[in-house]
């Protein structure tokens, strides 16, 4: 079989028929005999994963590349301008004792670590007051040492969540929490200073899958504030149809059937099946489920909205859970607390993220 014809099959074949073409080229290419087209070496980067037809998209190893890039990139400026005497700081307010809180947390000062930078911050009772915890954010915002606020939540059923957020300066803003800010400025036809990490990872996923994004569809399963907002915008912007529903909407299959693109975060273990994937199309799972391990009888383990075994049969490409999203969110957090010290000291943005 000549290369240009092996090629043109791959290019033209779907399903079992691509997958064994697939396989042939990697052989071939393994044995350095012949080249392989340029769409072939994109699927074979090392953050895409084989999974029969479906590549497996690594949200571990694309969180440590951009970790690693804005080491590098700390590193460069910090050569280059030693007469910066800041340095690119997280700064953290969590509100009560629960344990899941602290431990996202100290992930997220993980990731700022590897990435060079540096974090701090400030635990209060889960009874402080709505005026101690506005006070403790308003420090935080002015103190010029504190690059990005990261205030976790939820915070606890006593305070007004939203109008404590509506505080945070967008500058300072990088986690994207700011809600009634960017509702303002996303309604005002503008981007805003800072959208959820969450929906800048998805956008990373997508754009990593797919490159013409021409015609293309996608669909929202869920109702939280980061998925029917930013998530939304982020692939409009993109010129991505998105449209948003509920799980218990009666046309999810037919759309869904229609979308080359799915997002999901529903809180419903595997609800997602096989049969109402469109072949070839990017899956992307967000929320984590915690569930029964068979193994421990312990609810230990965690799953996401995806049925992997169904799905990956089907979809073309599929972030699962855990190591999709969520990792990958983690470390927007860090580039953008980067990114907002750059601002600050008036620096360029020396790498197109």
């Known amino acids: ?16 028929m691509l997958k064994g073409v697939l396989n042939f080229a990697k052989v071939l290419a393994k044995n350095k005999k012949y080249s392989i087209g340029p769409e072939m070496r994109r699927t074979e980067v090392s953050i895409l994963e084989s999974h029969r037809s479906c590549q497996i998209i690594d949200g571990r190893k694309m969180a440590e590349q951009i970790l690693k890039n804005v080491k590098q990139e700390l590193e460069s400026i910090k050569r280059q301008s030693p007469q910066i005497t800041t340095h690119p700081t997280l700064g953290y307010l ?10 996202h947390v100290a992930s997220k000062c993980r990731a700022c670590e590897r990435a060079g930078l540096s974090h ?8 402080a007051s709505a005026e101690t915890v506005a006070q403790t954010i308003s420090q935080m915002c002015q103190d010029p040492n504190i690059s990005g ?13 939203a109008e404590l957020l509506k505080s945070i300066p967008p500058p300072k803003d990088v986690d994207g929490i700011n809600r009634d800010y960017m509702t303002r400025v996303i ?5 805003p200073f800072n959208m959820p990490c969450m929906a800048l990872a998805v956008k990373e996923m997508v754009m990593l899958c797919l490159k013409d994004m021409t015609g293309k569809k996608a669909l929202l399963v869920g109702d939280s504030f980061p998925l029917t907002i930013g998530v939304r915008k982020e692939l409009e912007w993109l010129e991505v149809e998105a449209k948003v529903c509920k799980h218990t909407d009666k046309e999810l299959k037919s759309i869904s059937l229609q979308s080359d693109i799915l997002i999901t975060e529903i ?6 099946k096989g049969d109402i994937i469109k072949p070839g199309s990017v899956v992307i799972d967000i929320k984590n489920n915690p569930v029964l391990d068979p193994k421990t009888k312990k609810q230990n383990k965690i799953v996401g909205d995806i049925d992997y ?13 855990p190591g999709g999203v969520g990792p990958l969110t983690v470390a927007m957090l860090a580039q953008r607390t980067f990114i907002a010290w750059k601002k600050f000291n008036a620096l360029s943005l020396l790498t197109q993220y």
């Open 187 to 191: 309604r005002s036809g503008k981007r």
């Open 149 to 161: 606020l990261l205030v976790q939540l939820p915070l606890p059923p006593c305070l007004d969540e």
């Open 267 to 272: 809180g419903l273990p595997e609800f997602i």
């Open 94 to 103: 969590i509100v009560g004792e629960d344990k899941f809180l602290h431990s």
């Open 120 to 127: 701090r911050g400030v635990v209060l009772s889960s009874n």
């Open 1 to 16: 079989v000549s290369t240009q014809s092996t090629w043109d099959i791959i290019q033209f074949k779907k399903g079992q």
């Open 309 to 321: 075994h169904t799905v990956s049969q089907v979809a073309g490409y599929l972030s699962p859970v």
